[in-house]
């Protein structure tokens, strides 16, 4: 099962990226927040939407997640 992070920064339209480990558009380790394992993306998105209410998967790593 992959792992998921989470960008703490948000982007310019409110929006925390959710990245797959290991991608390469993902966030500097110091902005990361851990999400952990989950099967898909979609999950992973829920769960970041619980800590920030804006969330969204990232256009190369979770394109099924990506929505804006």
Known sequence: MPCFVMNKNAQKNGDHEVHE???EH???SK???SL???AKCD???AA???IYSS???CFFCCPT???S
């Open 48 to 50: 970041a939407k619980k």
């Open 36 to 38: 952990g394992e989950h």
């Open 55 to 57: 969330a969204d998967g």
């Open 26 to 28: 993902g966030p500097d």
């Open 31 to 33: 902005n990361q927040l």
């Open 43 to 45: 999950t992973a998105v």
């Open 21 to 23: 480990v290991g991608c």
């Open 65 to 67: 997640c990506h929505t």
